[in-house]
């Protein structure tokens, strides 16, 4: 008895014990325990907000947010009866919707209840308008409570122009925030919501309540410059040039000269396979040796010095010429021998351009590289888009300087420009000289609603004199009209523009057995009053077809200049001498006089056009039927034969 006294003492003690920290931890650490189980078993699930669309400048879309849902079915929630009665129409329904027999359904919804599943999968990805439907599906349209429906919605981006510009576009995730995606993120990405939900076996979450906790805000819409039709144009012209030459890469930009709008982008790579997609944003991000097209810039900064004119004569001698122990090479076998400052840049003249800067700036290059970079050559552009490349122009005491560095620098060698980089300059030239910003972005909308528009940022309004401007503009016609361009001349329209053929890799010992090249054309177009300026750069292309950038990349120049004319209205004023049309008033009123004069015979048609003999037919009350074309080669009713009204003569045209 004494051992069971002892065991109810201590059993009564323990229970007080357990009596007693139950009370403490009820009363004491309740809320720390109650956190920590809602912790374990509950969490705010982040709903993520419609992000904004990127429109085309004409209101197509070129990345749109598309809403799926992921549908799942408490199985267990739904009254017996309910279940029983709708199970299989709602079997039937999900069988034509979804696939696999109404069998397939009923099975796995009676054993998802058998197991007590609260959380079945039943569909991923389904669109929106597949959502409406299913709500209305048998014991789904009950809700989620009575009819176990579970609707977990998210957002895709998608293209509806697939690859086209799909570098600048861009995206933002976790791979990284390039393009106008990633630029205008703050904008496009809205405001996230919330929900509620439960933790389930098997570690997976059911949300609490039918409704959001908070709800997400969407994202406002930009509009860029990019013109479709424009793009398609730059596209596919670049595509097609690309797989001719099996071409490593290249870009083309198209922009508006005036404002500085980008009306099109395209960056294409070559897969291991030979194919072609937008592998990276070369245009905004390569820095290379721009080749040729510096010429231009070396010619400006001459003019501008007054060191030259474009009539000063230069010796280029056989096309080879020695200079600091190193030579250079013209691309004509035998030189081009004594020219113009001018005609060099036409025939493109390595050593014509080495020559001139260097007789004239040797003693101090300092002052031809403060010359280019008063014309921002040294200066990124500042784009909103991630990734600008950085220009590289060195000067005297840097790493790069040498003897050779100055006359390299002329032609477009040790330095450094990325393609847009470059077509700014020369849309300043194209534009009287104001250095305008490029533009990728018109406005914010959101709900049809502008918030903000975007204006032409000038960089410079005068890069350099008129006298200068209005010289280049010259010689950069001439390019096409007589010198290394003239393969593109067209008398239906103008352009005007540099080429440009640079050694690339030239550093690998196998240079000379695999020589690898960067064609370019960089220009505007029309000549006089320039609406548009282009570049175009493709990377190492196949030497056995061809390498020059009259060839390689001009074509792709031309292209699009020539699509753009033709696709473009344009209207044309003309100023008329009224001596000039005395002649044709006199005529047209002898005839007007010949077909409203009364006749009383039939006349001999034959030779008439249809057109003048039906209305002189006609006045005379006559009634005309007629077969074949152009002019009367019969007539049923002989000439001179009286006329009766209403009569019917029949022509024959041949």
């Not at 003492?9 to 809602?38: H, M, N, P, W």
């Not at 056995?544 to 020539?562: L, R, T």
């Not at 005529?587 to 409203?596: G, K, L, M, S, V």
Request: hydrophobic content about 35%.
């Amino acid at each position: 008895m004494n051992r069971l006294y002892y065991l109810f003492v201590l059993t009564s003690l323990l229970l007080v014990a357990v009596l007693v920290r139950l009370v403490d931890i009820q009363f004491s650490e309740g809320d720390t325990y109650r956190s920590l189980s809602e912790q374990l078993t509950l969490r705010n699930d982040t709903i993520f907000a419609n992000r904004g669309n990127i429109f085309s400048a004409d209101g197509s879309l070129l990345a749109t947010s598309i809403a799926q849902y992921e549908i799942r079915m408490d199985a267990f929630t739904v009254a017996p009866e309910l279940f029983q009665e709708q199970l299989r129409p709602l079997s039937v329904e999900l069988s034509a919707m979804l696939g696999n027999t109404p069998a397939y359904w009923e099975t796995k919804i009676r054993r998802a209840r058998k197991n007590k599943n609260r959380y079945l999968l039943i569909a991923k990805k389904i669109g929106h308008n597949d959502y409406v439907k299913m709500k209305q599906f048998p014991i789904f349209k009950r809700g989620m409570y009575r009819g176990g429906f579970i609707a977990e919605q998210s957002t895709e981006r998608a293209h509806p122009l697939g690859k086209v510009a799909e570098r600048t576009i861009g995206y933002d995730n976790e791979k990284g925030s390039p393009g106008i995606e990633g630029a205008y993120k703050h904008i496009l990405r809205g405001k996230y919501g919330w929900r509620m939900k439960q933790k389930m076996a098997k570690n997976q979450w059911k949300p609490i309540n039918d409704s959001n906790e908070k709800e997400p805000q969407d994202g406002k819409d930009v509009i860029t410059t990019i013109d479709i039709n424009i793009q398609d144009i730059a596209h596919h012209s670049l595509l097609r040039q690309l797989e001719y030459y099996q071409a490593d890469h290249g870009c083309v930009v198209v922009m508006e000269t005036r404002t500085g709008e980008i009306k099109a982008i395209a960056n294409l790579g070559r897969t291991p396979k030979g194919k072609y997609y937008e592998k990276r944003n070369y245009a905004v991000y390569e820095s290379q040796e721009p080749g040729s097209a510096f010429k231009l810039m070396s010619l400006v900064a001459a003019l501008e010095a007054r060191v030259i004119d474009t009539g000063t004569m230069v010796d280029t001698g056989e096309g080879r010429y020695r200079m600091y122990g190193r030579y250079i090479h013209d691309a004509k076998r035998g030189g081009y021998g004594e020219i113009s400052a001018a005609r060099a840049l036409e025939l493109s003249s390595n050593i014509g351009f080495a020559r001139l800067i260097d007789s004239h700036f040797s003693k101090d290059p300092q002052q031809f590289i403060a010359l280019l970079k008063k014309m921002h050559i040294d200066k990124k552009i500042g784009l909103p888009i991630l990734g600008e490349g950085s220009p590289e122009l060195p000067a005297p005491g840097d790493r790069k300087w040498s003897k050779n560095a100055l006359p390299s620098m002329a032609y477009g060698y040790n330095l450094r420009m990325t393609p847009l980089q470059t077509l700014v300059f020369y849309n300043a030239i194209a534009n009287g000289g104001t250095m305008v910003k490029p533009r990728f972005v018109k406005a914010i909308k959101f709900r049809n609603k502008t918030l903000e528009t975007f204006e032409r940022a000038v960089i410079d309004t005068l890069i350099c004199s008129t006298e200068t401007i209005q010289k280049v503009q010259e010689v950069l016609q001439n390019v096409v009209v007589r010198g290394t361009a003239k393969k593109l001349y067209s008398s239906d329209f103008s352009m005007a523009g540099k080429t440009g053929t640079a050694r690339t890799e030239y550093w690998l010992p196998d240079w000379d057995k695999n020589r690898r090249y960067v064609s370019s054309f960089t220009g505007y177009f029309p000549a006089e009053n320039p609406q548009y300026s282009c570049v175009v750069v493709i990377h190492k292309p196949q030497v056995q077809k061809g390498y020059y950038g009259a060839d390689v990349s001009g074509p792709v120049f031309k292209d699009i200049a020539q699509k753009i004319y033709t696709a473009r209205r344009t209207i044309h004023k003309v100023v008329a001498d009224p001596g000039l049309f005395e002649p044709v008033q006199a005529q047209y009123e002898a005839y007007n006089d010949f077909i409203t004069d009364p006749i009383a015979a039939v006349p001999n048609l034959r030779g008439m056009p249809l057109m003048d003999a039906i209305p002189l037919l006609e006045n005379a009350g006559l009634k005309v039927r007629y077969k074949g074309q152009g002019k009367v080669v019969r007539q049923s009713i002989s000439a001179g034969d009286k006329i009766v009204a209403g009569s019917i003569i029949h022509l024959t045209l041949g």
